[in-house]
């Protein structure tokens, strides 16, 4: 199968730190086919760039040209582009390409160097905003980028008024234990952070980032997955200096971001609704059993969570809906009716009762763990946020469900006791917009997150189960097929799959919304 195309369109660094010697780096970490387009020659090296050479617009025209129908691009990246008439060539190009089908423009406004030296006027300035951006998929300028493309004295988070879906502001070159990048998306929003990496050998890495986001979105993610990918790439790349050796030259080296990238757990970011000071604990407490395992039961009557619990489940989520119409007091009878009998018999055989969504009400009800969706935790206010981390500081537990990349790095954020992939295969259980997760992203969930990992979706037969406990997840849930075959049966399918070697093993997750 060929691998995605992605052109960049940035500067030639003499010294092969930044613009396209690291673009490459970061498009062969990624598994993409970069075609590399020169806008502007410089005369640089590990120290300064000494001068820049904007490429005549007539030679830049002929390059792209000269690709657009033998390597014509999934994603375009530009980096420096040295004058107003590159950019405009670039404009024209990308016009060009979307009359043919889609393709993705990733922005990185390269408007100085960090030693100093600006590579932007005015007017070029007014053609990023004007003409550039309201094209662009995604910019990625870092804080002094995003400043000046809003102007000075405005927030850097106002980039958002320059009418691009994605913004990405880095923050890597920002004092501080965490290496925090501010991302708004139509997906997500929030701070995306990672425990900062100390190493002489950064330098390229915003055109990393860059690349390695636009080889996101050529490999079909939506922007906010994208981003997660182009943060872990940068972050491989950023290992003690001991690791890549004494730097070529007196300043700082490479960036040089590694493949095995992909299936590094220590590289999953977090996702934080606000700015955070300090890393979750979980990612680096001891190993401890894990808060569920085998068998997990979903059901909405707590008469039939009880009969789970005498047939030997260890672990079943009451899932209740209030109705549309329904009172509240009737809504709060009715679910204490149904909590009684589940939680009764769980606390007489030493079992685990799950309640969904309502974690007020487990609280009142005398249950200590509750699931939450992603929709449920963006619902919380910041006092709702405050209660429920005060209700976790004092015991109760918590499994968030995720769908995407985006939402497994907003669980790091949370670092609850389990984390659920899914939907596994296709389910009737709930309408949703996800495809199906299937086995191979199970296994890099299992692999990658540090809580563990619960299957869920889709699991009608036995066999099934088998396929989900042989990824290494912790547990595997059953809804539907409870009803038809007996406990037994699904714990010893459990237990055969647990015994299988890892399958399939984890490699590049696939993406679960259409790009």
């Known amino acids: 199968m060929k691998p995605p195309i992605v052109w960049s369109v940035a500067g030639l660094d003499t010294g092969g730190g930044a613009g396209l010697s690291a673009d490459q780096r970061a498009a062969d970490a990624a598994g993409v086919h970069l075609c590399p387009v020169a806008a502007a020659l410089t005369a640089q090296n590990s120290v300064a ?34 004058g107003v008439a590159q950019l405009r060539v670039v404009t024209r190009w990308v016009d060009r390409l979307r009359e043919r089908g889609p393709v993705a423009l990733v922005v990185d406004p390269v408007l ?10 005015e007017e070029l300035l007014r053609a990023y905003r004007e003409e550039l951006l309201p094209r662009a998929t995604a910019v990625t300028p870092n804080r002094r980028e995003a400043t000046r493309l809003v102007g000075e004295g405005s927030a850097p988070q106002q980039a958002v008024a320059l009418g691009v879906e994605t913004v990405c502001i880095t923050g890597g070159d920002e004092p501080g234990p965490l290496a925090l990048d501010w991302l708004h998306s139509p997906h997500a929003q929030g701070w995306l952070g990672l425990p900062r990496r100390s190493a002489q050998h950064h330098h390229g890495t915003g055109c990393c980032f860059a690349t390695a986001l636009a080889a996101g979105l050529a490999r079909g993610f939506v922007p906010a997955d994208a981003v997660v990918l182009a943060k872990m790439l ?26 095995a990238f992909i299936t590094d757990p220590a590289l999953l970011p977090g996702l934080f609704s606000h700015a955070p000071s300090s890393w979750p604990g979980r990612a680096h407490a001891p190993a401890a059993p894990p808060a569920v395992e085998g068998v997990y039961g979903i059901t909405d009557r707590g008469a039939h969570a009880a009969a789970l619990f005498e047939a030997g489940l260890r672990t ?25 009998p589940a939680r009764d018999a769980a606390r007489r055989l030493g079992r685990t009762l799950i309640l969904n969504d309502h974690w007020r009400a487990a609280l009142a009800l005398g249950v200590d763990f509750v699931h939450l969706g992603q929709e449920d935790l963006l619902a919380l206010d910041a006092a709702d946020r405050a209660d429920l981390a005060q209700a976790r500081a004092q ?17 790091v954020a949370w670092a609850p006791d389990y984390v659920a992939c899914g939907p596994v295969w296709p389910t009737l259980t709930k309408d949703m917009p996800w495809h ?19 299957g869920i979706g889709g699991v009608l037969a036995p066999e099934q189960l088998v396929q989900v406990a042989a990824t290494g997840a912790a547990a595997g849930c059953v809804v539907r097929g409870l009803l038809s075959t007996p406990v037994a049966d699904w714990q010893a399918a459990w237990r055969s799959g647990a015994g299988m070697p890892l399958t399939p093993e984890p490699g590049w997750p696939r993406p679960t919304l259409a790009g």
């Open 49 to 82: 760039v000494q001068a820049v050479w904007p490429v005549p617009p007539e030679q830049l025209d002929a390059q792209l040209a000269a690709l657009a129908d033998d390597l014509p691009p999934v994603a375009v990246k530009t980096g420096l582009l040295g």
């Open 112 to 121: 100085g160097a960090t030693t100093g030296a600006s590579f932007a006027t």
């Open 234 to 259: 940068t972050a491989s790349g950023l290992q003690p200096d001991a690791s890549f050796g004494t730097p070529p030259g007196a300043g700082a080296g490479p960036v040089r971001p590694r493949g």
């Open 316 to 340: 079943v989520q009451l899932r209740m809906k209030r109705g549309a119409q329904e009172p509240g007091a009737a809504w709060r009878t009715r679910l204490a009716a149904e909590v009684q």
């Open 395 to 411: 015991g109760l537990r918590l499994g968030l469900s995720s769908h995407s990349l985006w939402e497994l790095a907003r669980a």
């Open 436 to 454: 199906p997760q299937g086995l191979g992203n199970l296994a890099w969930w299992a692999a990658m997150a540090p809580m563990p990992v619960v």
